[in-house]
């Protein structure tokens, strides 16, 4: 069961949202502090005393990172990008930032070598002597050693071999025995000091287990993520202790939202990653363990009527990236008894809704909509607007107001 705590009435919210804002005009992105602070206790009660280090990617705004990182059991980032980490640093949001994917990024990779603050608070991501190899290409061997995490493939090999792949493409290291054999090719150079082993399991992290209307592949989706969870703490504790033998970790960091409390179990784990759980986008609606409050909404007005049924939002094609469906398209949350359409969909301009409430809408309304995923939506926004309580409070920088994009 969903561990919940009583949700607002869906139209005492939408009074609440509007009247907040009535002085903005859409569109326009709001942050629910109430909510948003919500979502932060309820990963730190999931976690259950393991550190959460926060994945920026998800956030995309410097001051809610800093509001998260101020809270108890919340230590450190987890950046995108080495850009990312490096801007983050200069800003002072964090001195304890992994980037969270290998960079091919030249200019990064010299900032950082020639930043010796910066080199002590950023650690690189490499999971293949590759990546070492152009490391020393762009900044040479000879140098204060950077920091390097490991990244042990967490995805799930039903048949071995690595015949049948469940889980994301990332990682070659796959084995403990190829772990320690990369370990040890890691602390033989010069110019790089492993401290870290990192390992996402999306497979679990990011799939929800009760995807709706879906009786039979949920059941076979929960079989599966059973499986893969055994599977992987058994071979994650095994692959560390290899790794420990030949270097002084500082952390093994695994998991995401959706794998707090298995990945939290295991005992070779020191922190957790997290960071779409702060928001509630709409992929984290199907898991049954938890559910977060929806902490980011945006607003779009009514520009058209063209029947009675059916109302025209203005602009509203903020797609998710991943596989394309229905799953990445936003959806309406406010007021209920609203859908997209399926001719249309949110498109670049307009957006058509249809429903009973339509009927309801008039020229100038605000639809509230939720995005399919948690930092993207900052992608489209250069402010979020603070909304506390029933007032609005201020409004923040997204990464875009500040002139800053990673992707």
């Not at 990024?105 to 608070?121: F, S, T, V």
């Not at 999971?127 to 490991?150: A, F, I, N, Q, T």
Request: charged content about 25%; proline content about 8%; some cysteine.
């Amino acid at each position: 069961m969903a561990h919940t705590s009583p949700q607002p009435a869906p139209e005492a919210d939408r009074a609440r949202l509007d009247r907040a804002t009535r002085d903005l005009d859409p569109p326009f992105a709001v942050v629910d502090l109430d909510a948003f602070r919500h979502n932060a206790a309820d990963l730190r009660r999931r976690a259950a005393g393991t550190p959460i280090r926060v994945a920026s990617k998800s956030v995309r705004c410097r001051d809610l990172l800093g509001r998260v990182l101020g809270t108890p059991g919340f230590e450190g980032l987890m950046a995108y990008s080495l850009a990312e980490a490096l801007w983050l640093h200069r800003e002072g949001t964090s001195d304890d930032i992994l980037v969270a994917y290998p960079t091919a990024d030249r200019a990064a990779l010299r900032a950082l070598a020639a930043d010796p603050a910066a080199a002590a608070a950023i650690t690189l991501l490499v999971d293949s002597e590759e990546h070492l190899d152009h490391v020393d290409h762009v900044v040479g061997p000879h140098r204060e050693p950077l920091r390097v995490c490991l990244e042990l493939d967490a995805a799930w090999h039903p048949i071995p071999g690595g015949i049948a792949h469940v889980g994301p493409r990332r990682s070659p290291v796959h084995t403990p025995a190829r772990a320690r054999r990369f370990a040890e090719r890691i602390v033989r150079r010069d110019g790089f000091r492993l401290v870290g082993i990192m390992a996402y399991e999306g497979q679990i992290a990011g799939l929800g287990d009760a995807p709706p209307g879906k009786p039979l592949f949920a059941s076979a989706l929960r079989w599966m993520q059973r499986r893969s969870a055994a599977e992987l703490a058994e071979r994650r504790a095994e692959a560390v202790a290899r790794v420990r033998a030949v270097a002084p970790l500082e952390f093994v960091n695994g998991g995401g939202t959706g794998s707090i409390e298995t990945t939290g179990a295991e005992r070779s784990v020191t922190e957790i990653a997290a960071g779409s759980g702060l928001i509630g986008p709409t992929l984290f609606d199907a898991y049954r363990a938890f559910r977060p409050r929806p902490a980011v909404l945006y607003a779009l007005p009514v520009v058209r009527r063209p029947s009675r049924s059916f109302a025209t939002l203005f602009t509203g094609g903020y797609i998710a990236s991943g596989p394309t469906g229905p799953s990445r398209a936003p959806s309406v949350h406010l007021p209920r008894g609203l859908k997209l359409t399926a001719a249309e969909g949110a498109g670049e301009v307009q957006t058509p809704v249809s429903g009973a409430a339509a009927r309801r809408l008039r020229i100038g309304d605000r639809v509230w909509l939720r995005h399919a995923k948690a930092g993207e939506l900052a992608e489209r926004f250069a402010q979020y607007h603070l909304v506390e309580g029933n007032q609005l409070v201020g409004a923040v920088p997204t990464y875009r107001g500040e002139g800053m994009s990673f992707g």
